[in-house]
C-alpha cells in the first residue's frame, strides 16, 4: 500500500478527523451487534496513546438526508464510551458553529463522537462546501479507518481529503487492504473463490476478475441456478435470473476455454417453499417440477470442502443456500467449517458479506478465519478489480515505499 498509514502522522495536541464505520444495528437505542466499533478500537487507542484529540464521524442507516432521530449516533456514543474504558463526547450535529467549539475544546487523549454525517443530503453528494466544513473540526489531519464505505465518494470519505494536509489510512483500512490486495495480486496458490448469494447480476465483475486470478470457482446459493439452467439442467421453482442465462452460459464458456475450474452445485436440499417444513436432498439432473433448491446438499459440500481443503487462499462472499432458516443452512455452515480447518492447516481465509460472516460465528470458527471483512459492497468492488475512491483520496506516500 502506497498510501500514509497512521503511524506516519504526528498527531500529539492535534485533532484528528477520523472517519468509521459505526453503521452498526441498533434496537431502540440499544446497539445489538458492536463488531464494526470493535474493528477500529486499536486505530481509535493507538491516536490516543499518541495523545491525540480524535473528531470521529460516521453514518447510520439511511436517514436519506434528513434528521431522523431513529439513525442518531447518540447510543453509538455510550457502547464506543463501554469498548474504549473512557468518556466519549457527543456533538448532537456534524457540523456548524457549536460543533467546531466542541471540537476546539477536545484535550489531548479525549474523543468526540458526532452525530449521523448523513443527516444532511450534501454527504452523499460529496458537496464541496459540506466537506469544508467536516474539515473544519481537525487540525489538518484525516484518517479513514472505514473500509466498508471505501467504495462510496462521499464528502466524509473523499470530500474532506481536499481541505487536510494529510490523510492517512486507519489500521482497520490497512489491514483490509492488506489482505485483498494480496489474495488479488500476489496469492498463494491454489487460490479458491466461493461464491453464493441470491444474484448473479450482483456479482457479474467479481465472478470476471476471479476467474482470471484464482484457481477455482465454487458457486452456491441461489445465484448457481441461473448457471444450471443454462447448462439446460432441470431447476424447478428454484430463483433464476432468466435475462442472465447468456451472459451465464458466457462465463461457462470461457471457464471451459481457459480450462478453469468452475464448480457448481450437484444436489441440494428441496422443499415446495421456503416455509415449507418438508424438504428432500436430490440430485440436481433429478430435480422435480413445483419445487425449489434452497441450500446445496451433501455430495457438493463434499466436493466443495475437498477444493478447499487443497487451497492455499480461499476468498468467500456469500451464503450457499437460505442461511437465516435452519431447515436450509447446513451448506453454508458446511463450507464455514471446511474453511476454517483449512485456514487451521495453513490456509488464508478472507470472508465477506454480512451472511458469510454470521455463519463462521454460528458454526463457531470465526476466531479460525485470517480476516474477516467489514466491508461488504467495498470488498465486492475490490475484489472485481475496481478502485475505491475512499482509498484513492488517500495522500501518497512521498517516498514511494510501501506499508508491509
Known amino acids: 500500500m502506497n498510501k500514509l498509514s497512521i ?56 436517514p436519506k438526508g434528513k434528521v431522523n432521530l431513529k439513525y442518531s449516533m447518540a447510543p453509538v456514543a455510550g457502547k464506543l464510551q463501554e469498548l474504549l474504558g473512557k468518556p466519549v463526547g457527543f456533538a448532537a450535529d456534524c457540523i456548524g458553529a457549536e460543533t467546531e467549539a466542541k471540537s476546539k475544546a477536545l484535550k489531548d487523549g479525549e474523543v468526540l463522537l458526532l452525530e449521523n454525517v448523513r443527516f444532511y443530503a450534501e454527504e452523499e453528494a460529496n458537496d464541496t462546501e459540506f466537506s469544508k466544513k467536516l474539515a473544519a473540526l481537525c487540525d489538518q489531519l484525516f484518517v479513514c479507518d472505514a473500509f466498508g464505505s471505501a467504495h462510496r465518494a462521499h464528502a466524509s470519505v473523499v470530500g474532506i481529503t481536499q481541505f487536510v494536509r494529510q490523510a492517512a489510512a486507519g489500521l482497520l483500512m490497512e489491514k ?38 484464482a484457481d477455482a470457482m465454487l458457486i452456491g446459493g441461489a445465484m448457481a441456478y441461473t448457471f444450471l439452467k443454462a447448462q439446460g439442467l432441470p431447476v424447478g421453482n428454484s430463483l433464476v435470473e432468466n435475462d442472465k442465462l447468456d ?44 419445487w425449489m433448491g434452497l441450500d446445496v446438499g451433501p455430495k457438493t459440500i463434499e466436493q466443495f470442502g475437498a477444493e478447499i481443503a487443497a487451497a492455499r487462499t480461499i476468498v468467500w462472499n456469500g451464503p450457499l443456500g437460505m442461511f437465516e432458516k435452519p431447515a436450509f443452512a447446513q451448506g453454508t455452515l458446511g463450507i464455514a467449517r471446511a ?53 484513492e483520496a488517500l495522500t501518497n506516500r512521498p517516498d514511494g515505499r510501501k506499508e508491509n
Open 339 to 391: 474453511v476454517a480447518a483449512a485456514t487451521q492447516k495453513g490456509a488464508v481465509s478472507i470472508i465477506g458479506g454480512g451472511d458469510s460472516v454470521a455463519a463462521v460465528e454460528q458454526a463457531g470458527v470465526a476466531s479460525q478465519i485470517s480476516h474477516i471483512s467489514t466491508g461488504g459492497g467495498a470488498s465486492l468492488e475490490f475484489l472485481a478489480g475496481e478502485k475505491l475512491p475512499g482509498v
Open 247 to 290: 451472459l451465464a452460459r458466457t462465463l461457462m464458456d470461457e471457464a471451459r476455454r481457459r480450462q478453469f475450474r468452475l464448480r457448481l452445485p450437484v444436489d441440494h436440499v428441496l422443499a415446495e417453499s421456503p416455509d415449507s417444513t418438508v424438504t428432500k436432498v436430490m440430485d440436481i439432473a433429478h430435480t422435480p417440477d413445483g
Open 7 to 62: 503511524r506516519d502522522l504526528e498527531m500529539t495536541g492535534k485533532r484528528v478527523f477520523v472517519r468509521v464505520d459505526f453503521n452498526v444495528p441498533l434496537d431502540g437505542t440499544r446497539v445489538t451487534d458492536d463488531t464494526r466499533i470493535r474493528a477500529t478500537l486499536p486505530t481509535l487507542r493507538l491516536a490516543l496513546e499518541r495523545g491525540a484529540r480524535l473528531v470521529l464521524a460516521s453514518h447510520l442507516g439511511r
Open 176 to 213: 483490509e487492504l492488506a489482505y485483498l490486495g494480496k489474495a488479488i495480486s500476489n496469492p498463494d496458490r491454489p487460490f479458491i473463490a466461493v461464491l453464493g448469494g441470491a444474484k448473479v447480476s450482483d456479482k457479474i465483475e467479481v465472478v470476471q476478475n476471479l476467474m482470471k486470478l
